[in-house]
């Protein structure tokens, strides 16, 4: 298979795969791999703050709960998010793209500039006044990322949309009557899904961030979810003593952005539909 | 005989079109000048005839076939096929009474879908005709196929893993699955090594006996239009210059262009007698037309009257048109140019 | 016989490239001889490997390109036995120019020409014991006097313009102008007027033929267009699948080829062929090539023999310089071996 071929020599997309499958397997089997998967709710004051053992990978945090299982179990909740995050923006994105790349005139002039208001808003702003509007939970923060994400997605499926219309076989398609129509949808989304997954990778890794930052500011998750973001949160009065409370789940925010980021940049080398080949 | 009409009734005819490009208004920025890629064009295609168009960069042959073709709307002028007017229609609209020409493109790679192998990129011509039954689509795809000489395995390849001449073909099929009388071809042995041109130009000879196709040959290969077209028509900044059969137009090129043209071009038996210095200066611009006769700048014949007004495509010989003024001067002062 | 070294003579070069899908053998026992103060057209099909053929030359190898073998010999000294930096300091820019194909892609948009063009200057050309000012005004003078050598107008003030307000034509002047900076003896034209039109591409052979007369310029001249060859070149070389199948005298070679391949492929020629067919079959992949003669799987006239044949140019013909790799001809005098 030349695709994974090609993908395994660049290592650091490789790694960056790696990384992606091991949330993912932490995600969707979190609660049978998490040593102490009842620790989403319970408490043992007993063992509170106590420091990475063998018993406890990670340590304690202030509650007395397992930090290692906790940050497999938010492995989910942050997946989710970020998943329900992108395809929402991309399902209000792409389409308003599509259509402003291949309309010409005031309809794609309007789709445009709209989007560039949306672009101009401050993800994090947004997502403080909306907690202000509604109450602030993991709702009010999805909204306000996907209210400021899509932008992003109008903006490649557009330039994709663009370059593609005047390409040859559009020519081609509409001598041979081709309605518009199947011209989008059939011949020039295909063609632009290259870019548009690897904008939807990499803003994966960076809406985790954002949830992360916004579950720190208390805009996001309650306790006592096991959320990233929110333990840090609670590891800041710990500080410096109960290092371990603070690093373990900075560390897993980092490195799976970083992964997200690396896979990422290793699909944009490789989406070329000349690698496809008939078998 | 009017070299225009070619008996019986053509089944093209093209009149007087021209076709201004650009000039359009938009909301914030000031319009463009518009620009004159085809100006006063007539011409016909008879039936099972080839016309070659001949001419240089930014002379309008591609504008002028997509024209014909219906893809781009002409701005004055009128087509006919098979008698009837189809002119005057917006492109989607022109497209449908013109169904039974079509257009092979220059880049024959571009014009194939990257994303869809080859098999179902020709499927798509028949789906889109209606032919709905998916086993219909599948044999009448594996023989035309066969009929421009590939393998019917061909159609599971995606288009960058075939050559430049296989690309050719599947183009070739493609427009043959939906039955068309009139093909446009776009300079299609440009960029192909000489044996798979002869192949190429051979299948083309091949279809038109078997399907009765009829083609306007748009190239700037000469030596290839010499063989192979029997009319041949000279495009220079948007205009015809001269129109004539193949064989008396490479015997006695009478506009001053054509005649560079054929001196410019190198030859394998060595040089046309009569050579004379390079055409100099570049082939122009239409954004820049020159007034008067177009070519008059760069021409060794040109008098003042040449710059006042455009002289009309008319008779200069029996059955070869030419738009000079000056050709029965430099007939009688110069010894002919002979290939 | 003491004569001077030829501008260009290479012998029995092997290159392979290392591929995804194992070691394409992109040229095998490649041979020319290119006199000095001639013109020697190198034609072939795509695929045949003269692109690479010059890049082996001028030593720009794309990676994972090796020699295997062979000798490339410049006014006899063996380009393959210098390194990169000798390379580019004597060799590349200096005494061998280059014109590239593509004059609308070989030119940086961003920079004006007179900028590229002196960064030419300062890289390449010898400096004569001036520096600073000095030196960029000498550098200027030449820039302007080549500029006008080559016919084009206004030379002083085209310096100062951009690659895109120039015409194509225009642009490849600029090339050969570039490619002539430094004095050089030998030049190389990779397609220089392929994608040129037909009028603009005849203004240039005619001033490359001015320029190989007047400035003593080897000229090596690689194409696929057989009539311009016939204009232009005075020997020509015609190589198939990365062998060099003959070699020769270009009218003589052009009126009567000897080898299968230039005959057949004269024979697909609009002015010569009687009816249009092609050579059947394809050219094969560099990957599998067929054993011994790359042509025979494709060759009227093949044999079992020539499966197993070595590469050897051997005398085809009147002369000792018509020559053709081919079982049909005569004895072994290789042309590969050395000191002839």
Sequence with gaps: MLILRKFLRDLPAAAGLAIVLAILLLALLGPLIAPHPDDIAAAHL??????PSLAFPFG?????????????????GALEVALLVVAAAAAIGVPLGLIAGYTEGWPSELIMRVTDVFLALPQLVLALALAQLMTPSLQSAMLALAVTYWPFFTRIAFAETRRLRHALFVDALMSLGAGHTRIILAHILPNAASALIVRATIGLGFTILTAATLGFLGMGATPPAPDWGLMIAESRSYLPGAWWFALFPGLAILITVLGFNLLGDGLRDIVDPRLRRSR | MNAMTHSPAPLVEVRNLTVLLGGKRHLIRPAMPAVRAVSDVSLTLGEGEIVGLVGESGCGKTTLGRTILGLQRESAGEIRLEGKVVSALAPTGARAVRRAIHYVHQDAAAALDPWWSVGRTLEEGLVLDGVRAAAERRDRVASVLRAVGLDEAAARRYPHELSGGQLRRIALARILLVNPRVVILDEPTSGLDMSVQATVLNLLLDLRSRFGLTYLFISHDLSVVERFCDRVAIMYLGRIVELAPTAELFARPLHPYTRALLAAAPRLAGRRRERGPPLPGDPPSATRRPPGCAFAPRCRYAEPACRADEPALRPAAPGHDAACRRIDTMIGAEPEAVA | MSEAPDALRIADLRLTIRSDEGPARVLDHVALRLRRGHVLGVVGESGCGKSTLVRAILGIMPAGARIEAGEILFEGTNLLALDDAALDRDIRGRRIGFIPQDPYLALNPVFTVGAQLMEIMRRHAPRGGLSGTALRHAFRERLVSLLRRVQLPDPGAALERYPHQFSGGQRQRLLIAAALACAPSLVIADEP??????????????????????????????????????????EITVIYAGQTVESGPTARVLAGPRHPYTRALLACHPERARAFAGIPGSVPSPLAPPPGCRFAPRCAEARPACAARRPALVPAGSGKDWLADCILYGQEAPLGTPGR
């Design chain 1, 46 to 51: 007993a063992a509170r703050l106590r420091p």
């Design chain 1, 60 to 76: 304690t945090d202030d509650l007395g709960r397992d930090l290692f299982s906790r940050i497999i179990l938010g492995a989910f």
């Design chain 3, 193 to 234: 007027t392929t994608a040129l039109d037909v009028t603009t591409q005849r203004q240039i052979l005619d001033l490359l033929r001015e320029l190989v007369a007047e400035l003593e310029l080897s000229l090596l001249f690689v194409t696929h267009d057989l009539g311009v060859v016939a204009e232009l070149c005075d």
